[in-house]
């Protein structure tokens, strides 16, 4: 299977900024997908960023000009900037990806979620 590992998050003052990454590994083929979504407590895991191999990216309506989601094929990693950052995107960051890896019988897909990074945004 293929094994996402986050990194980055932490505490923060209102305003600041973090640099979240996130690392796949396994025997890949391809990722076509790539994406971070948060989930703040007593919520629902909601859509921050995704990346496809090819065209635009898409952001959630709240973070647009504020947060930039990139991705690095080379070495299978997704960042996620954010910048002014607000107290009430404290959450647990989660990163996604999709695609297809070598398994013992073939080719087949994948749907992978990291164990997930802390973020704190104090007021």
């Known amino acids: 299977q293929v094994q996402l590992v986050e990194s980055g998050g932490g505490l923060v003052q209102a305003g600041g900024s973090l640099r979240l990454s996130c690392a796949a590994s396994?025997?890949?083929?391809?990722?076509?997908?790539m994406g971070w979504y948060r989930q703040a407590p007593g919520k629902q895991r909601e859509l921050v960023a995704v990346?496809?191999?090819?065209?635009?990216?898409n952001y959630a309506d709240s973070v647009k000009g504020r947060f930039t989601i990139s991705r690095d094929n080379a070495k299978n990693t997704v960042y996620l900037q954010m910048n002014s950052l607000k107290p009430e995107e404290t959450a647990v960051y989660y990163c996604?990806?999709?695609?297809?890896?070598?398994?013992?019988?073939?080719?087949?897909?994948?749907?992978?979620w990291g164990q997930g990074t802390q973020v704190t945004v104090s007021s």
């Open positions: 396994g025997r890949i083929l391809s990722i076509s997908a």
């Open positions: 990346i496809p191999s090819a065209g635009s990216t």
């Open positions: 996604n990806a999709e695609g297809h890896y070598f398994s013992a019988t073939g080719v087949k897909a994948f749907a992978s």
